[in-house]
């Protein structure tokens, strides 16, 4: 193709910027926190070149890593792509050669071989390294201080498995990472590899095991005792791939399933729990242990959320009428043969947040995205077209909901948290929200808008930003972010 197709994939805040650029010295309305003290990167997809396709998908974009660094309450913006082999390639044809999302069989000839990941839906932090990861394959390491792309990452080599998750848990208490890779041993395959690093970047095990079928293992979650690998009937075919077509299916008719193992255990340890028919979640908030109970808690909805997984399974349901719920999904250990025993917590919604100290651990509130009906229509964009445009935070114990709101026609992003050394204070939230430059929403022109870098006090959302960090850009919806600290940026393997 010569130009970008004017589908929802590529307009609104899925219009393709393709610039990589440098801000000095950002504008700041309000004062930035001093605990805030440290870089906010970002993953951006941003096609580099039109794609081979008109009906390609933002998920199938360019990696793009984005940096706020905030110093002496100063911020800066940096924006750069992440040389993967595919792009790489792609600059030097000047042209896309890869064809349709995760399909190699639609590709160029000329790149048969070439590694396809992207990298562009999580920045990842662990060892003193930061990774860009996409779960189609291994992440690749980017330097945190000048954005260049240091090359592909697999333990020195210690890592078999051929993809590595989007989402890593890493233990507050003893600082080891715990990762997956679906699709381990190639395209389609039941293979799963179940690795553990230790708090300096060490892989110190990777285990493989069998789903049920071959499921789009988005997320995954810890407690202190046990992995947990909830899966849900969204499902690739090798055969359709053949024949040039998607490769996730979602499947209504098909149950969910909770894989659950002691997680320094071995993986002839796991059972399978059987879980509700048809149901998709991409991102869980928690998982902790409760005595024998082990409670899970997710973005659930009645189907796939994203249309087009959806429609390769010839399920036709508009977005706005999805049913969901942040829920929870309790299983009892001690039971012979448990069964999993659910029920709401909150409002529908997803991209959440948790504080780091929490992870696997009890805990009593956490963030993330939804919709507010007194908004107005969404902003267009974003992985699923539609953009969310108000935050929340929620009391898991009693389910008290508190909002905060975007300006009419804004979309939000999922927010990273600042922790904070106050005792009683619940940190900072740091999220990215796209403001239309006309403020008539009758008026308002996709893709016409200004982002803006949001700090918020995350026990107090309600009251708005503490601070705005204006970067004059119109930014492309992010996917995941994570915050990295001074202290952190300082002790990293890789020096600016």
Not at 76 to 87: L, M, N
Not at 156 to 185: N, V
């Amino acid at each position: 193709m010569g130009a970008f197709p004017q589908t929802i994939h590529f307009i609104g805040s899925n219009t393709p910027r393709r610039t990589e650029l440098s801000k000095r010295d950002l504008e700041v309305e309000g004062e930035i926190p001093a605990e805030v003290d440290g870089a906010f990167f970002r993953a951006v997809p941003d096609n580099a070149h039109a794609p081979m396709f008109e009906d390609d998908i933002a998920l199938n974009a360019d990696g793009m890593i984005a940096r706020f660094n905030i110093e002496n309450g100063a911020a800066d913006f940096d924006i750069r792509y992440v040389e993967t082999e595919r792009y790489l390639a792609e600059k030097k044809a000047r042209r896309a050669l890869f064809g349709r999302y995760r399909n190699p069989f639609t590709d160029d000839p000329s790149v048969e071989g070439v590694d396809r990941t992207v990298s562009n839906t999580t920045p990842v932090w662990h060892g003193g390294r930061l990774f860009m990861t996409k779960e189609d394959g291994r992440g690749y390491e980017v330097n945190p201080h000048t954005l260049e792309t240091a090359g592909k990452w697999d333990y020195y080599g210690a890592l078999k498995s051929e993809t590595f998750t989007a989402h890593p848990r890493i233990d507050p208490g003893t600082g080891e990472m715990f990762f997956f890779g679906y699709e381990a041993g190639g395209l389609c395959s039941l293979d799963v590899a179940y690795g553990i690093a230790d708090k300096d970047g060490n892989l110190t095990s990777e285990q493989w095991f069998k789903q049920p079928y071959c499921s789009t293992i988005h997320d995954f979650v810890i407690t202190e005792k046990y992995a947990v690998f909830p899966i849900f009937p969204t499902l690739a075919d090798l055969d359709r791939l053949k024949a040039g077509g998607a490769h996730w299916a979602h499947h209504q008719d098909l149950p969910s399933w909770v894989g659950i193992m002691p997680r320094y255990g071995k993986v002839e340890e796991m059972i399978w729990i059987e879980g509700p028919v048809g149901v998709s979640v991409f991102h869980e908030v928690n998982a902790y242990d409760d005595g024998n109970l082990v409670h899970i808690d997710m973005c659930l909805t009645e189907t796939n959320a994203f249309s087009f997984m959806r429609e390769a399974g010839g399920i036709h349901k508009p977005q706005q009428e999805i049913q969901g719920a942040l829920t929870r999904w309790t299983i009892d250990m001690s039971k012979a043969r448990p069964t999993i025993q659910e029920r709401p917590l909150g409002p529908p919604g997803d991209l959440p947040r948790l504080a780091d100290a929490d992870q696997g651990r009890p805990y009593s509130h956490a963030w993330y995205l939804s919709m507010n009906p007194q908004g107005g229509p969404p902003m267009p964009g974003g992985p699923v077209g539609a953009n969310f445009n108000a935050l929340l935070r929620i009391e898991v114990g009693n389910g008290r909901v508190e909002l905060m709101g975007v300006p009419p026609g804004a979309a939000i992003s999922e927010p990273a948290h600042v922790p904070s050394s106050e005792p009683g204070h619940e940190g900072w939230l740091l999220t990215v929200v796209d403001i239309p430059n006309n403020p008539n929403p009758a008026q308002q022109v996709p893709g016409d808008y200004s982002s803006e870098l949001w700090i918020v006090n995350a026990g107090e959302i309600a009251r708005g930003p503490v601070a705005r960090i204006k970067t004059g850009l119109a930014l492309r919806s992010q996917v995941h972010g994570t915050w990295v600290s001074r202290a952190k940026l300082e002790a990293s393997k890789l020096k600016g």
